[in-house]
């Protein structure tokens, strides 16, 4: 079974402009949650969607936004950049909206880099 | 939020047992508490989780103290694959859960051959 897919796994942007990350669950998981990791620290949550609404969000700007599909993907969409945005955005499924027996599967992630 | 403690760093030796310790003093009384890992250049795992009693799965085994105001991570043989970040994790149950996990710095583990 293929695991949580995350897209794309690297870009490069200017200061300023919008990037939109994609993250697959895993077949059958219907909760998202978004991340982002600094170098050198542990990851901060951003935002939980379940059955395509928004159940939790982190203490993140308004540039930051989401949605949920309905086959339960996900994208994460960050407006007018800035150089503080570089990091590595990671996305999490689970059946349900809590952690479950197995907790959350992370994907690989899209390292982000702002020029 | 429970704020949790746990040592920078750690080194082991192959095969050798290794015991993560993790204090979180103002964990709240239905917080299970999550262990993660991090392998360079992938997201956090899971690992294991626990309520009050001592937990084992093919991962590892988590030891919860009485008073469960700190817990342990067991992996009974290190091997170099377990070389990575871990996370031990307060986290309420399921159905207050909103998907935030709050990771610390974590403890990074190095395994020598």
């Known amino acids: 079974d293929a695991g949580v897919t995350q897209s794309p796994t690297h870009l490069i942007k200017t200061r300023g402009q919008h990037v939109t990350l994609r993250c697959s669950p895993i077949s059958g998981h219907k909760s998202v949650s978004w991340y982002q990791q600094v170098l050198g620290q542990g990851p901060q949550f951003i935002f939980q969607y379940y059955e395509k609404e928004e159940r939790g969000r982190g203490n993140f700007p308004d540039r930051f936004s989401a949605r949920q599909f309905p086959n339960y993907s996900s994208e994460l969409n960050v407006n007018a950049l800035l150089l503080g945005d570089s990091a590595l955005y990671l996305c999490a499924s689970s059946l349900a909206a809590g952690q479950g027996y197995y907790g959350y599967t992370f994907g690989s992630g899209t390292r982000l880099t702002v020029v | 939020d429970a704020k949790t403690t746990q040592p920078n760093s750690m080194e082991s030796n192959e095969e050798e047992p290794v015991h993560l310790p993790c204090n979180h003093s103002t964990i709240s009384g239905t917080d299970y508490i999550h262990w993660y890992r991090q392998l360079p250049s992938q997201g956090p795992e899971y690992v294991i989780h626990g309520l009050t009693s001592n937990v084992n799965n093919r991962m590892a085994s988590l030891a919860i103290a009485e008073d469960r105001k700190s817990s342990t991570l067991i992996l009974h043989r290190a091997t170099l694959r377990d070389a990575a970040v871990y996370y031990c994790?307060?986290?309420?149950?399921?159905?207050?859960?909103?998907?935030?996990?709050?990771f610390g710095q974590g403890t990074t583990l190095q395994v020598k051959p």
């Open positions: 994790i307060p986290s309420p149950p399921g159905s207050s859960n909103t998907g935030k996990l709050i």
